[in-house]
């Protein structure tokens, strides 16, 4: 079977003086039925190429089912009278959300994955999952008082949501349904009032309404709306369920406001009205806020104010840069503030009547976080760990415990079929980029795995956004370490591993530097012995699809192949495209190609998309959702279609989910199938199978 062959049509680009043809455009009409067949066609030759890797896939799907708990129970987390939690049954694609009465005794109850005793189920993913090929959840917000549970869903992944308010007592849907909604809704104290988002056409998030139960939706009040497009809105109750706070943010600025959850038709007042460039967010706690700030604090510094005069700042945690403070969490007896410092993730702890202290961990790489913690009166942090070695792990901080029995595990998730984290090593390395920058690597292989260049590699990366991709622990991937794969993560710039500097330096006008990174830590792994570059794999997802991409026009020569999972490939045609989803907002990350030539000229340099030429390339996947509202099938589409044409010796494969959205399939086992195609073309390609 030979590949598709898409259509060629002069669609002329002209931009600053610069006219270009772009002869796949067309590919942007969902509604062509050439389109459709196109992506249809591409489908068909992938099912047909990957036909002899079915059985490895099947076995791999196996591994993955084989060495998973699949009736299992989340560590129930406590909130007013009840303990809620989330299962899942064997069989099922989605999760089972439950609660049981909470009785004296602090300590959370526990199962061996079944239901607990007195278990009310609030909402049944599998249920309201019947007849649909997709499904999630935009919202699930238990109200005050905990009768009533705001919840919305989607059913085709374009992330249009429907909002619905149940009554548990009654196991009943309200009347009240409101259509095309955002992710997120807020409660008022007395549980009478929900807020809510809307999208405008370029699919951000700009109005906050006010709903009261039991009224018309065009009854509904519009509490703010937010004109300037580069900024999105979001709104939710506070812990101390004292205020509703609604939060605009753009890449590099943000504003916000409060209003008394007992008062919910007052106006927004401002905390502190929004300055170019100053971003900060805010955490009510008693008489005063909590307001996390980068202020003249390139990594960020905790000030209070007091409620009265929320503009007014003091500092609390002064910065300290190579700190970077990345949340605070606020509760009746102490302050978390989250944070990451030399490439690590950390908690911090203020009492409010002792001294401040970290909370420590044993091994060299890890990544911990806040956990769900909804009670403001709790005297136990709930926070989960994990490293590339340490499967999910839930603990409790304990305050009010002995000194040596404070950290209590709670639960690490079971990994069956004989899993031994004695059989792995993970690594920490350091590639040198082309201007003198350290990069760190985090790496897992097996014990003993030779440092001769012999073993296959993926290497994984994002870099964008100040996103973090910090060690973490998956199932899947053992099905490639098993077989021998070191499996490594470029802590590349662009991303915050190393505080905000780091991401700076991987944004607008110095971009590059997130691809040459990730050039440097292939090349380090290969002149270390790690692999080489016939049995490396580069791997990445969204705007980690347009840095694999761009590596893959830049340096061919370091890569076997290429993952790109629904890759933000034609990054310069949609950032000249204000009407396409998020355009607008990513500017400050970016820049403006549309006013500044020269951003357009950076840009135009190594958007991938734009740089397809006539050269070797390593054999590339690529993967795309019809339904996709983030980054547009279109863009891995007219990707391979331009390299078929421009490198045709090539190696090239294209899969889209006509069902589903950026994140892919969305039920569990269907996720675990996609993973396997992945892991089943990765080994065959580098001959591990």
């Given at each position: 079977?030979?590949?598709?062959?898409?259509?060629r049509?002069?669609?002329?680009?002209?931009?600053?003086?610069?006219?270009?043809?772009?002869?796949y455009?067309?590919?942007l009409?969902?509604?062509?039925?050439?389109?459709?067949?196109?992506l249809?066609?591409e489908?068909?030759?992938?099912?047909?190429?990957?036909?002899?890797?079915?059985?490895?896939?099947?076995?791999?799907?196996?591994?993955?089912k084989?060495r998973?708990?699949?009736?299992?129970?989340?560590?129930?987390?406590?909130?007013?009278?009840?303990?809620?939690?989330?299962r899942?049954?064997?069989?099922?694609?989605?999760?089972i959300?439950?609660?049981?009465?909470?009785?004296?005794?602090?300590?959370?109850?526990?199962?061996?994955?079944g239901?607990?005793?007195g278990?009310?189920?609030l909402l049944?993913?599998?249920?309201?999952a019947e007849?649909?090929?997709?499904?999630?959840?935009?919202?699930f917000?238990v109200?005050p008082?905990?009768?009533?549970?705001?919840?919305?869903?989607?059913?085709?992944?374009?992330?249009?949501?429907?909002?619905?308010?149940?009554?548990?007592a009654t196991g009943?849907?309200?009347?009240?349904?409101?259509?095309d909604?955002f992710?997120?809704?807020?409660w008022?104290?007395?549980?009478?009032?929900?807020?809510?988002?809307?999208?405008?056409e370029?699919?951000r998030?700009n109005?906050?309404?006010?709903?009261?139960?039991?009224?018309?939706?065009?009854?509904?009040?519009?509490v703010?709306e937010?004109?300037?497009?580069?900024?999105?809105?979001?709104?939710e109750?506070?812990?101390s369920?004292?205020?509703l706070v609604?939060?605009?943010?753009?890449?590099?600025?943000?504003?916000?406001?409060?209003?008394?959850?007992?008062?919910?038709a007052?106006a927004?007042?401002t905390?502190r009205?929004?300055?170019?460039g100053?971003?900060?967010?805010?955490?009510?706690?008693?008489?005063?806020?909590?307001?996390?700030h980068n202020?003249g604090?390139?990594?960020?510094?905790?000030?209070?104010?007091?409620?009265?005069?929320?503009?007014?700042?003091?500092?609390?945690?002064?910065?300290?840069?190579?700190v970077?403070?990345?949340?605070?969490?606020?509760?009746?007896?102490?302050?978390?503030?989250?944070l990451?410092?030399?490439?690590?993730?950390?908690?911090?702890v203020?009492?409010?009547?002792?001294?401040p202290f970290?909370?420590?961990?044993?091994?060299?790489?890890?990544?911990?976080?806040?956990?769900?913690?909804?009670?403001?009166?709790?005297?136990?942090?709930?926070?989960?760990?994990?490293?590339?070695?340490?499967p999910?792990?839930?603990?409790?901080?304990?305050l009010?415990?002995?000194?040596?029995?404070h950290?209590?595990l709670r639960k690490?998730?079971?990994?069956?079929?004989?899993?031994?984290?004695?059989?792995y090593?993970?690594h920490?390395?350091?590639?040198?980029a082309?201007?003198?920058t350290?990069?760190?690597?985090?790496l897992?292989?097996l014990?003993?795995?030779?440092?001769?260049?012999?073993?296959?590699?993926?290497?994984?990366?994002y870099?964008?956004y100040?996103?973090?991709?910090d060690?973490?622990?998956?199932?899947?991937?053992?099905?490639?370490?098993?077989?021998?794969?070191?499996?490594?993560?470029?802590?590349?710039?662009?991303g915050?591993?190393l505080?905000?500097?780091?991401?700076?330096?991987?944004?607008?006008?110095?971009?590059?530097?997130?691809f040459?990174d990730?050039?440097?830590?292939?090349?380090?792994l290969?002149?270390?012995?790690?692999?080489?570059?016939?049995?490396?794999?580069?791997r990445?997802?969204?705007?980690?699809?347009?840095?694999?991409?761009?590596?893959a026009?830049?340096?061919?020569?370091?890569?076997?192949?290429?993952v790109?999972?629904?890759?933000?490939?034609?990054?310069?045609?949609?950032?000249?495209?204000?009407?396409?989803?998020?355009?607008?907002t990513?500017?400050e990350?970016?820049?403006?190609p549309?006013e500044?030539?020269?951003?357009?000229?950076?840009m135009?340099?190594y958007s991938?998309y734009?740089?397809?030429?006539?050269?070797?390339?390593?054999?590339i996947l690529?993967?795309?959702?019809?339904?996709?509202?983030?980054v547009?099938?279109h863009?891995?589409a007219k990707?391979?279609?331009?390299?078929r044409?421009t490198a045709?010796?090539g190696?090239?494969l294209?899969?889209?989910?006509?069902?589903?959205?950026h994140?892919g399939?969305?039920?569990?086992?269907?996720a675990?199938k996609?993973?396997?195609?992945?892991?089943?073309?990765i080994?065959?390609?580098?001959?591990?199978?």
């Open positions: 079977m030979k590949p598709p062959v898409a259509k049509a002069a669609h002329i680009r002209r931009h600053h003086d610069d006219e270009v043809i772009d002869e455009a067309w590919l009409d969902k509604e062509d039925p050439d389109t459709v067949a196109y249809e066609a489908n068909a030759y992938t099912e047909q190429r990957t036909a002899a890797q079915k059985a490895l896939q099947e076995t791999v799907f196996a591994e993955i084989r998973t708990q699949e009736t299992d129970l989340s560590v129930p987390v406590r909130k007013g009278g009840y303990w809620y939690y989330t899942q049954e064997e069989g099922k694609q989605y999760g959300q439950c609660r049981v009465p909470a009785a004296d005794d602090p300590t959370p109850p526990q199962s061996d994955g239901p607990l005793p278990e009310e189920i049944d993913g599998n249920q309201l007849g649909h090929e997709f499904f999630q959840l935009g919202a917000d109200a008082g905990g009768r009533l549970l705001a919840y919305s869903t989607d059913f085709t992944g374009d992330e249009r949501f429907t909002l619905r308010v149940k009554d548990l009943a849907d309200l009347p009240d349904v409101i259509d909604v992710y997120g809704a807020a008022s104290a007395d549980a009478g009032t929900l807020l809510y988002l809307t999208v405008d370029a699919w998030p109005r906050v309404w006010r709903h009261r139960l039991g009224t018309d939706r065009a009854d509904d009040a519009l703010l937010e004109a300037d497009e580069r900024f999105w809105l979001g709104a109750l506070s812990r369920e004292e205020y609604i939060e605009a943010h753009s890449k590099v600025t943000s504003e916000a406001w409060l209003i008394p959850a007992t008062d919910p007052a927004p007042r905390v009205a929004r300055r170019q100053v971003e900060y967010t805010v955490e009510p706690d008693g008489d005063r806020l909590l307001v996390l202020d604090a390139e990594d960020f510094e905790l000030a209070t104010a007091p409620v009265g005069a929320p503009a007014e700042w003091t500092p609390l945690i002064a910065h300290h840069r190579g970077r403070l990345e949340a605070v969490d606020a509760f009746a007896t102490h302050v978390v503030v989250s990451r410092r030399n490439g690590l993730t950390g908690l911090r203020l009492p409010k009547d002792g001294e970290d909370i420590a961990f044993p091994e060299p790489i890890y990544t911990v976080g806040l956990g769900d913690n909804p009670d403001y009166l709790t005297r136990a942090i709930r926070l989960g760990y994990a490293s590339l070695v340490t999910d792990s839930v603990f409790d901080y304990l009010d415990a002995p000194a040596d029995e950290l209590v690490r998730k079971p990994v069956l079929d004989g899993f031994d984290p004695e059989r090593e993970q920490r390395e350091w590639a040198v082309d201007d003198g350290r990069v760190p690597i985090s897992i292989c014990a003993g795995t030779p440092r001769d260049g012999s073993a296959p590699c993926v290497l994984y990366g870099g964008s100040e996103t973090s991709m060690p973490w622990f998956s199932i899947p991937r053992l099905s490639l370490v098993d077989r021998g794969v070191v499996f490594a993560v470029a802590h590349i710039r662009g915050g591993e505080g905000r500097r780091w991401y700076e330096e991987g944004k607008l006008t110095a971009k590059k530097n997130t040459t990730f050039a440097a830590a292939a090349r380090h290969q002149k270390s012995g790690w692999t080489s570059p016939d049995r490396t794999v580069a990445g997802g969204s705007a980690g699809g347009l840095l694999v991409g761009a590596v026009n830049l340096a061919p020569e370091l890569f076997a192949g290429i790109a999972q629904v890759p933000f490939v034609d990054a310069l045609n949609t950032i000249l495209r204000p009407d396409l989803p998020l355009t607008v990513e500017w990350e970016w820049g403006n549309l500044s030539p020269e951003v357009y000229a950076y135009k340099s991938p734009e740089n397809v030429r006539a050269q070797r390339y390593p054999a690529a993967m795309g959702g019809l339904n996709d509202t983030r547009l099938y863009e891995p990707w391979i279609a331009r390299l044409a045709p010796d190696d090239y294209l899969k889209t989910e006509m069902g589903a959205g994140g399939p969305s039920g569990r086992y269907d675990w996609e993973e396997a195609f992945v892991v089943a073309w080994l065959t390609l580098v001959g591990s199978r």
